[in-house]
Structures are given as C-alpha cells and as structure tokens.
C-alpha cells in the first residue's frame, strides 16, 4: 500500500506578475523528470489569474483539457464558435481532437481569478474537437465524492476521450466519506482548497498525492476542503513530450 505526498511548496512555480501558477507536474520552463505526470494525468495547473487579464488565443490538439473554477470567473472564447463566462462551481471540458484554439480572460476589473487547468491524454487522435460546460452545486459535492467526469458520461458527469473518472468533494467539520478504490487502478489525488485528514496523513491546499495499491480512502476532518480526485490506468505516465 503506498500513498506518495507531494507538498504544495513541492510543485514548480511561475511568476508573470498577472499570471501566478504551481505546477503539479512538469509544464512550459518548468522540468522536473521525477514529475511528467501520472498515469493519463499530465498537468495541474494552480493558477491565480489578475483582473482583466488572460491567455490570447493558442492552439491545442488530442488533449483533454480540464477547467476548473476555484474563485472568480473566465471568460472563454473557441474556434468552435463557443463563448461563455465560467464562473466559480462551473466545470468545463473541451476535447481538442484535430486542433483548437481558444483564449481565456479573468472579466473582472477588480478581482483576481483562481483556477485549475487539468489536462489528460486522449485516447483517439484527430477526432472532431467538441465542449462541454457544467455547473454543480455546492450540495451536490458536500460530504461526498461527486463524480463530474468520466469515459461514458454516467451520472450526469461530462464525458471524457480516456479510461478515467474524476470526482470532486467538499469536506469540512464531521462530514466523512470512503472512496473504495476499483481493482488495479492508481488515484491522484489533488487538495484545491483548505485541510483534511486522507487515512491518517494531513492535506493542506496545494497538497497531492499519488495513490498506487491502495484498497480504501478515507476522508475526514476537513476544514473548507475542496477536493479532485482521478481515478485511472495502472500506468506510471503517458507523458508524450518526454
């Protein structure tokens, strides 16, 4: 049995002045070959984004590309002819297939913007790029693992091109929840916001944790915590710019 911590003071950073990020796993100037990811799991990236500032538009292609809204708001705009504002609750996924491109912009004047952008290999190449957008409720994940994204789209979850399944949680004071872990599969496991007790070991915002041969999860004890967990392949990584 093995959970492996990774402390937030761990990750890689970046500084642009409008731009702050923490890099789970090796992305842009940031190398590290002891973190290119896990298995499909390729990026987490914490970023607090400046009011009225953003990323112009840039290209994606066969990647699966995970937004998560933590505090604010984006601005999003695709050649897809998509365009909307996420704000904090909403999910959004898009499967960049053959190719994409998109921008993302905080809208606000005055506050700063939290994310996580989360990207995951697909398993097809240059299939038709497609998007989806959700909103959960905070009761919809408090005290439990909610599942929000998947391969075939059970539960209302968005559906994703690859053989994984993410759940987000809120856990604070006695709320409690066991995660039995599907036979031979590894879970990441990703602390966005406040504190909780994960089978004995304290998580702290920013804290991860790769999850190999584990049976059950524990959680309890929270304070605030808002939590993703990835459930996938028993594969150490997928990583395909190494």
Known sequence: MMIEQR????????????????????FAHYWDPEQIGFSDLLVINDDQIAASKGFGTHPHKNIEIF??????????KDSMGNGSV???????????????THSEFNPSNSHKT???????????ENTQPNYQQHSLSPEEKRGKLKLIISPDGEENSLYIRQNIRIYSG?????EQAIFTIPENRYVYLHVAKGSLIVNDLVFNAGDGARIRHERQ????????????????????????YA
């Open 7 to 26: 402390l937030s003071h761990e990750r890689g950073s970046a500084d642009h002045g409008w731009l702050k990020a923490r890099f789970s796993f090796s």
């Open 67 to 76: 937004t998560y809204i933590l505090e604010g708001a984006l601005e999003h």
């Open 86 to 100: 996420i704000k904090a609750g909403d999910i959004q996924l898009m499967s960049a297939g053959s190719g994409i």
């Open 114 to 124: 939290h994310s996580l952008q989360i990207w995951v290999m697909s398993n097809t």
């Open 170 to 174: 809120l856990f604070d004071a006695r």
């Open 217 to 240: 999860l524990t959680f309890s004890h929270g304070d605030n915590a808002e939590i993703l967990l990835f459930d996938m392949r028993p594969v150490e990584s997928n990583y395909p």
